[in-house]
């Protein structure tokens, strides 16, 4: 039986008149929402329906807030969670993730540790993040060890978990990686191998997540 009660997605636009997703999400005594902090995303990960917009707006900090706020309007439950994985590359738009995430922090009472940014892997960024010592945590999406992520152009694996070593010495936070499962691609026992041979040695958190379908090339692993 699956946890979650309820799981909605909310389509909120922004005086400019652009589009962008929010997720309210009712697991057991979790209430958590997933906000988003670009229109469109600049990172081309080939399994992701908001690459096929392009990028076209960073988000300022009180667009990212308001989501929140509309979110915790309609909730029937009190949101204990947000994450920040909706649209967009989060640590493309840091100034302002940063500056949204302290406000919810600090004025509107969510605790830090309550508050998670999600990267596809912006290593300057993640470095950048230990160095200033915030206080959310940190997720990373490690699809990229299946060469799908546009990312591993820019920054490779190594650097990325070197990154990730760096996070950790410097913080002693463990980080969350999420590893979207894909059939055929990245779900097979010798994908998992590498995963644990590609994180060995590091204090870390895996959490595998079934992919959820968009109607392209993808799609969802077998329940078994």
Do not use: W
């Not at 949101?79 to 600090?106: C, D, Q, R, S, W």
Request: hydrophobic share 40%; net charge positive.
């Amino acid at each position: 039986m699956k946890d979650f009660l309820f799981k909605q997605k909310f389509l909120f636009k922004t005086k400019s008149g652009h589009s962008i997703e929010s997720v309210l999400m009712h697991q057991k005594k979790r209430t958590t929402v997933c906000i988003s902090s670009q229109v469109g995303c600049a990172v081309d990960c080939k399994f992701c329906a908001t690459a096929s917009m392009g990028f076209i707006k960073n988000l300022n900090a009180y667009e990212i807030i308001d989501q929140v706020l509309h979110l915790e309007r309609i909730s029937k439950h009190k949101i204990t969670n947000i994450v920040f994985m909706g649209m967009g590359e989060p640590f493309l738009n840091y100034k302002n993730v940063i500056k949204a995430a302290k406000f919810l922090n600090h004025k509107m009472g969510f605790g830090a540790r309550r508050i998670t940014i999600s990267t596809a892997g912006i290593v300057p960024k993640i470095r950048k993040i230990a160095e200033e010592d915030h206080q959310f945590k940190l997720a990373i999406s490690l699809n990229a060890v299946t060469e799908i992520m546009s990312l591993t152009n820019t920054h490779s694996l190594n650097e990325l978990i070197k990154s990730a070593q760096y996070y950790y010495h410097k913080t002693r936070r463990l980080i969350t990686f999420e590893y979207v499962l894909l059939k055929g691609i990245n779900d097979s026992p010798l994908a998992a191998k590498r995963l644990i041979s590609l994180l060995r040695g590091l204090e870390c958190k895996v959490n595998v997540i079934p992919y959820n379908e968009i109607g392209g090339e993808f799609d969802r692993p077998n329940e078994t």
